[in-house]
C-alpha cells in the first residue's frame, strides 16, 4: 500500500493536476477569512467549507492522473482494485491534510481571533470531516465511476451544494450550522469532543463511497 500512495502522489505531482484545486482553495481561504475579526470557530466553518469543494476536485484530479493504459498497468500490478481506490483515497487525504493545516494557521496570522484549544480542536476536526465527505464524493465523480469530464464536474458541484446546503444532511450541514451559530438547538459552541461523531460520520461516508465506487468501477475496469 506505501508504494501505491507514493506512486499516486508522484503521479499527481508530476501531472500537476493539483494546481487549480490548491489555488481555488487559497483564493476562497483568502477572501472568506482575510482581516476578519469574529468567533475564530465560525472563521473556520468557512475555511472547512472551502475544503470541502477543494477535496473533491483534489480527490478527481488524483483519480484521474492517469490514462487508461497506464491505468490498467497499475491495477494489472496491484492485483486488487480495491488497493488502488484505497490508495486514491488516501493520497488525496494525505494532500488535503497539508492544506488543512494551511486553514487553521492562516486564520490566526490574517485576522483578530482570541485563540483557544477548543476552537483549534473544533477547527482541525471540521476540516477533517469536510475532507473525508470531499474525497468520499470525488471518489464517486471520478473514473473510472464517471469518465466524461463535464459530467464529473456537474454531479460532483451539485452533490457538494447538497452536503453544504440541505438542512440536517449529516455530516457537514449540521456541523457548519453549529460553528456558525445558527443551530436552533445550541447556539454556543461547546467543546470539541461532540464534533468527533461528525468526523466518525464523515469517515463512514467516506467508507461508503469508495465501496460504492469500487464496485461501480470494477464493471467499468
Known sequence: MRALVRYTLANLFVSQ????????????????????????????????????????????????AEDPVSRWVLLANARRTSDVVTATALSALLYQVALGVIGLLYPLYSGHHTVTASALGIGAVAELTCALVGTGIGLLCSRPVIVRTGVSTLAGIALVLAVLLVKGLPPVSPMLSRMTGASPVDTAVPDVLPFVGFAILGAAALYGCGVLAHRLGRRRD
Open 17 to 64: 493536476r493539483f494546481v487549480p484545486p490548491t489555488f481555488l482553495y487559497l483564493v476562497l481561504l483568502a477572501v472568506l477569512t482575510s482581516s476578519d475579526s469574529g468567533p475564530l470557530v465560525t472563521v473556520y466553518a468557512a475555511a472547512a467549507g472551502s475544503l470541502l469543494a477543494a477535496s473533491v476536485w483534489i480527490t478527481v484530479a488524483v483519480a484521474n
